[in-house]
């Protein structure tokens, strides 16, 4: 079945009912039998994968299997016979003695350096309170010791940031020495595409005569991704880029091998450091000047979910501006896509996301992973995006934003608007994310994770995986992604090889004879949900529509009461894709969310999951039905951990709700006079997610919560930057980062409590929940009747702003066995977050305008709904 083409934009203005007459005038397996046969004999047939690739470790033998061909291999290595010589790449030369020299002279002599340091000394002397009494000499010996100061600083922090391409002996020892541990470690190869290497070369080469670079941006999963594109541009001959590394690498051995083989450090975070940010402005300008290729991570951090995370812009917005400014005439973006059958650090990862603080990076635990000594994780696939011009993206973005009629502004007038400037910006971040997502390829242990893990049984036998496997792949080539290529091997073979390389993640029933045959179950569905995650953007919308459906389905009845106005169903689907806007990086359509939803709404029908009525309403198709809604609990079972993670989150804000404690203590510290009257409870951002977690757990542990994973940092971190976008949260952040941020309900999303346990039992609103409790089976063991359920000292109203928008995500949750989705739920989940509260220690009631001025720290930002209040 090809890919449909998007709705044409006239169309999509058009009144729903024209939509779905045109939808309908294009027949599909719903409406045609012999389509949906020929659907059926795809997925049973042999997945067609992507063009053969090339795999790099091939030449790497292991001496105990072929001691004569690993010293013959060595030998030529050592010789330096054909690319491992590294004579003849493409791109700015690199690897010379004095190369560390000329190039930290070049940054020390940029004009942006030199003025910066002008100023901050300008500044610092000027500020001095012997300024005024000192004599001119004075004061320009003054500024002159300053500026050396300054000068000397700069020095020292370019010295330790500068990458040292000096000696080329390093480079091919280093080359050989990681290509033996990979082929060791990643078994199946380093594989490439040879028409994407191809097409690069051909970039690098029309690159290197302009003198222009090629950025490459990759997605960022794993540590080795620092020396897979190093070793990949060593083996097919392109100049060696420069890595921005976090200086959380720089430990011994490891940190200065890295930085002789390319990595600038960086610090992680460095506020208000005007000379830094100048000093990294600099060596930008100078790498980007003088045509060396340049490597940074688009995401920032590697990725703990196995999805790609929203863009950082920090490294990217320096080469944005060296562009826009002109000094520099261009360069080349080259997204890149790096997926692994099994992550290394996969275990660590569960542990941070459960509340574990990150363990600094150490030679020990380098060489210690116990992944690294099983030897058997697969192969890692990295492919390339075709590469495009920085600046004829930045003239095409500035074309787009300029309204019609209005002379499109020049490079120079755009760099001075701020607001362009901005949507430029992210939109070339995001840019990058979705050529990522579309190089991408998806893995076998990705496809076996998204296939335990959307079953709604307990396990699947080995036929059955593999039929679901085949489908999957059928689905994937339908949303335009592409699968690894298996080369020769049977869909078969690739899943037994992909439960080997899972292992114990995977866990099979019937080895013993004692079932008729074996059964695979997710045995930790936790790491399996990181596997899972490396498909999720091929699908999200699909899953977004079929969710906003399962909220009218899952109200039972016959097929006819569980038909979805096509109104309705498009309101769900636009309220949680808002929702969930920042937790996924997806293709969207010109014509945005509404031309997903007709494109999603085209898909399912196609595969025979919905059928369109008269009436202009969507149900689920016989033949999905007959199929006990395989296919729709699938789409369903990928989106449900994130609808659970986003209702959990919001039911957390609850343990802000101040308690008689904080208002007794705000009166004893605060003059009533100065009372604003809008105050509320502020607590430490951390602190609040780690109590948080440990409410999640609990929440867990007793039913209330489907998913574990919906628990993890990551998930909850998303949420709150949603809800504080909406203006549910007020955040305040320090500019310089040296006050810990702090959060806050915003006043009028603040519960109440009820004064007494009488006023509680007479007030209508508890009587409704109590009552809906009841109907849905509710007992007195569940809490409702017991009036220290609520909390053992307060009780909050279950009513209210934040309160409905509880109620408004949990529609969309899983109904499980052990729970229903009534406000019951709530309720039990309300009397231990308010418990969970008071965990916080750090309690104190302010108004938004006191928590922005804090006597330690005057530069502060205070976020306030989708705008930035600075004060």
């Not at 030369?93 to 300008?122: C, P, Q, W």
């Not at 000093?279 to 490597?295: C, H, K, M, R």
């Not at 893995?443 to 489908?471: D, K, N, Q, Y």
């Not at 951990?641 to 510290?669: E, H, K, N, R």
Request: glycine share 8%; net charge neutral; aromatic share 10%.
């Amino acid at each position: 079945m090809p890919r449909r083409n998007p709705l044409d934009l006239d169309l999509l203005g058009r009144d729903d009912a024209v939509i779905l007459d045109h939808i309908r005038d294009h027949s599909g397996p719903a409406d045609d039998p012999d389509a949906a046969s020929s659907s059926a004999a795809i997925s049973s047939a042999a997945v067609e994968t992507e063009s053969p690739t090339r795999n790099l470790t091939s030449d790497f033998t292991h001496f105990r299997e072929q001691p004569v061909t690993f010293l013959r291999d060595l030998g030529k290595h050592i010789a330096g016979t054909t690319y491992r010589s590294y004579d003849n790449y493409v791109g700015r030369k690199i690897f010379y003695h004095g190369f560390t020299a000329e190039m930290k002279d070049a940054v020390l002599r940029n004009s942006l350096l030199r003025e910066r340091i002008e100023t901050l000394a300008d500044r610092s002397v000027k500020d001095s309170p012997l300024w005024e009494k000192a004599t001119p000499e004075q004061r320009l010996k003054r500024r002159a010791q300053v500026v050396s100061w300054l000068e000397e600083v700069t020095a020292t922090l370019a010295q330790k940031m500068i990458c040292k391409f000096e000696h080329k002996r390093i480079v091919r020892v280093a080359y050989y020495i990681v290509m033996q541990i990979l082929a060791r470690s990643y078994n199946q190869g380093l594989h490439v595409n040879a028409e994407e290497i191809a097409n690069l070369k051909k970039t690098a080469a029309m690159a290197a005569e302009k003198g222009q670079s090629l950025i490459f941006l990759p997605c960022h999963r794993s540590h080795i991704d620092y020396v897979c594109m190093q070793a990949i541009c060593f083996r097919v001959g392109i100049s060696l880029p420069t890595i921005v590394a976090g200086d959380n690498l720089n430990f011994a051995v490891i940190g200065p091998a890295l930085n002789n083989l390319g990595a600038m450090w960086m610090r992680r975070s460095f506020g208000d450091d005007q000379l830094y940010s100048a000093l990294i402005q600099a060596y930008v300008d100078t790498l980007l000047s003088g045509g060396f290729n340049f490597e940074c991570f688009i995401e920032g951090g590697r990725s703990r979910l196995g999805k790609l995370l929203p863009p950082k812009f920090g490294i990217l917005k320096f080469i944005f501006d060296t562009v826009l400014s002109g000094r520099t005439e261009d360069c080349w973006i080259v997204p890149v896509s790096t997926q692994y059958d099994r992550v290394i650090e996969t275990e660590s990862y569960i542990s941070e996301l459960l509340g574990r603080q990150k363990q600094k990076e150490n030679l020990r635990d380098f060489f210690s992973a116990r992944e690294i000594l099983s030897l058997k994780l697969g192969r890692v696939d990295v492919r390339f995006h075709e590469p495009w011009s920085l600046r004829g993206y930045i003239n095409s973005q500035i074309e787009r934003y300029t309204p019609s009629g209005t002379p499109v502004p020049s490079f120079t007038e755009a760099a001075g608007n701020e607001q362009l400037r901005t949507r430029v910006l992210r939109s070339l971040g995001y840019e990058v994310l979705s050529n990522i997502n579309k190089a991408s390829v998806v893995m076998p242990t990705a496809l076996i994770g998204t296939v335990l893990l959307t079953l709604r049984g307990r396990g699947v036998g080995h036929s059955e995986l593999i039929r679901r496997i085949e489908w999957l792949c059928v689905r994937i080539r339908e949303r335009g992604g592409r699968v690894a290529d298996f080369g020769t091997l049977t869909t078969e073979q690739v899943v037994d090889r992909g439960l080997e390389v899972l292992g114990p993640l995977i866990g099979i029933s019937g080895k013993d004879g004692k079932l008729l045959e074996p059964t695979y179950y997710a045995a930790d569905r936790f790491q399996l949900s990181f596997y899972r995650n490396m498909a999720m953007h091929l699908f999200v919308s699909d899953a977004i529509v079929a969710v906003a459906m399962y909220t009218k389905i899952k109200q039972g009845g016959g097929p006819a009461m569980q038909r979805v106005p096509i109104k309705y169903l498009f309101e769900q689907t636009q309220w949680l894709s808002h929702l969930l806007a920042g937790e996924f990086v997806y293709i969207q359509q010109p014509g945005g969310i509404k031309a997903n939803f007709w494109e999603s709404i085209q898909v399912l029908r196609d595969q025979a999951v919905i059928s369109l009525t008269e009436d202009g309403s969507v149900e689920l198709s016989l033949e999905e039905r007959a199929r006990g809604r395989e296919f729709f609990d699938f789409y369903c079972f990928l989106l449900w951990p994130f609808c659970d993670g986003y209702w959990f989150a919001a039911a957390a804000l609850f343990m802000l709700t101040p308690v008689a404690a904080d208002i007794a203590s705000s009166q004893q510290t605060n003059d009533s006079n100065n009372s604003s009257g809008a105050e509320t409870l502020w607590v430490e951002v951390n602190e609040f997610l780690e109590v948080a977690q440990l409410l999640g757990k609990t929440v867990y542990a007793q039913g209330d919560l489907s998913y574990f994973e919906a628990v993890n940092k990551e998930v909850l971190r998303s949420a709150f930057n949603e809800f504080e976008a909406e203006g549910i949260l007020v955040v305040r952040r320090s500019k310089s980062g040296r006050t810990p941020a702090i959060m806050s309900l915003s006043p009028e999303w603040v519960p109440t409590r009820y004064s007494s346990p009488a006023d509680l039992h007479h007030d209508a609103g508890y009587a409704a929940v109590a009552a809906a409790a009841a109907a849905a089976g509710g007992s007195p063991a569940g809490g409702l009747h017991d009036p220290g359920a609520f909390s053992r000292s307060s009780r909050i109203k279950p009513e209210g702003r934040l309160w409905d928008y509880v109620e408004r995500i949990s529609v969309f949750r899983r109904e499980g066995k052990n729970r229903r989705d009534s406000p019951s739920v709530s309720v039990r989940v309300l009397a231990l977050a308010d418990d969970a509260g008071r965990r916080l220690k750090q309690r104190r009631l302010l108004s938004v305008e006191e928590a922005s001025r804090p006597a330690t720290d005057a530069l502060v930002k205070v976020s306030r709904g989708r705008r930035d209040v600075r004060l």
